[in-house]
């Protein structure tokens, strides 16, 4: 789940733009660039999804090679591999909620994930004893488990009420302090960096690298969700955590294998 860090130098180059039509009700503008190089900016997404990633080119990777993407999905998002079935984004104000919906979701499994693999890890060393994740919540703590529901509740309703806040008008959640002679970074909805989220800036700067290293985070968060849905499986049918299950599939991956779940135990 590590983020890779790139960084690439952009020449100053002179844009200009021509509108187009894109899909009803939508108008998008086509940049050109170097070598002719274009890319699609939808303006419902660009307003409430990112203002600052530079849209993918229309060659960009999609899901299916050879296939038509959707016309909502035009590349401007992190990860957007062009797969929507259902059309489920069709709708541009859905489509902003799907989008840090996922975002958020990602960043929790991925979190959820490393709470899962490195305690079980470090018990295998011995650091840590009688660990499992799966029944932490019938654990005993340092308070009641009603007082840790309502503390958690109460915590969590004021960040989430911020994060809502600010997806509804973004920018409105300013926790930058004001320094002399520092630039606050430009508001963007599921990204608010600065001081405190991005001490290194390595989530700002030209949009190029910013679209890499986004879209490695939302793939990176994809596949955690996934992880942890294997992980839930594995605890209900092994009654292990993933690391042990790991093993035991190294040691005889003839028997210990995702089919000898449907055989008798």
Not at 30 to 43: D, M, V, Y
Request: aromatic letters at 10%; a negative charge.
């Amino acid at each position: 789940m590590a983020l890779a860090i790139t960084s690439s130098s952009l020449l100053t180059l002179s844009t200009r733009e021509t509108p187009r039509k894109h899909f009803p009700g939508k108008v998008t503008s086509t940049r050109l660039g170097a070598g002719g190089r274009s890319g699609s900016i939808n303006n419902a997404t660009k307003g409430g999804v990112s203002s600052i990633c530079e849209p993918l080119p229309p060659d960009r990777p999609l899901w299916f090679p050879g296939s038509s993407p959707p016309e909502w999905l035009d590349g401007s998002l992190p990860g957007d591999f062009g797969f929507d079935p259902l059309g489920l984004g069709s709708d541009p104000e859905l489509l902003k909620w799907f989008a840090q919906a996922e975002l958020m979701h990602s960043r929790w499994a991925m979190l959820a994930v490393a709470g899962i693999l490195i305690p079980e890890w470090l018990e295998s060393l011995g650091f840590i004893e009688n660990f499992s994740w799966y029944d932490a919540g019938s654990r005993e703590y340092f308070a009641d488990p009603t007082t840790l529901f309502v503390v958690q509740l109460a915590l969590m309703g004021w960040v989430e009420g911020r994060r809502w806040a600010d997806i509804i008008k973004p920018g409105c959640v300013d926790i930058e302090p004001t320094l002399p002679h520092k630039t606050k970074p430009k508001p963007d909805v599921g990204y608010p960096g600065g001081l405190w989220f991005d001490p290194l800036m390595w989530g700002r700067g030209s949009p190029d690298p910013v679209m890499v290293m986004r879209t490695k985070e939302i793939k990176n968060g994809r596949l955690a969700m996934l992880a942890f849905v294997g992980f839930v499986f594995q605890a209900n049918y092994t009654g292990q955590g993933p690391v042990e299950n790991l093993m035991a599939h190294l040691a005889d991956p003839g028997h210990c294998n995702i089919f000898s779940a449907f055989s008798s135990q």
